[in-house]
């Protein structure tokens, strides 16, 4: 789903988060939000939740369970 939306982020990057421009991770936040009915905001965007794809399934998987 998150290379369909951004084809040029390497999303096997050892730091993902790094490789994000501010739109990339608005889009990320939205797209999660959408297909998993999620709410993600600004704070939901850091460096810790965005760093790998393990860690923004960790994310979503946590605001799965405040549902």
């Not at 790094?18 to 959408?34: E, H, K, N, P, R």
């Amino acid at each position: 789903m998150l290379e369909d939306l951004l084809p040029l982020v390497d999303f096997d990057a050892d730091f993902l988060f790094a490789g994000l421009s501010s739109l990339d991770v608005t889009a990320i936040l939205m797209a999660l939000s959408d297909k998993y009915g999620i709410r993600l905001d600004a704070t939901d965007a850091t460096p810790r939740n965005l760093k790998s794809i393990d860690s923004i399934v960790a994310l979503v998987e946590r605001k799965l369970q405040q549902l």
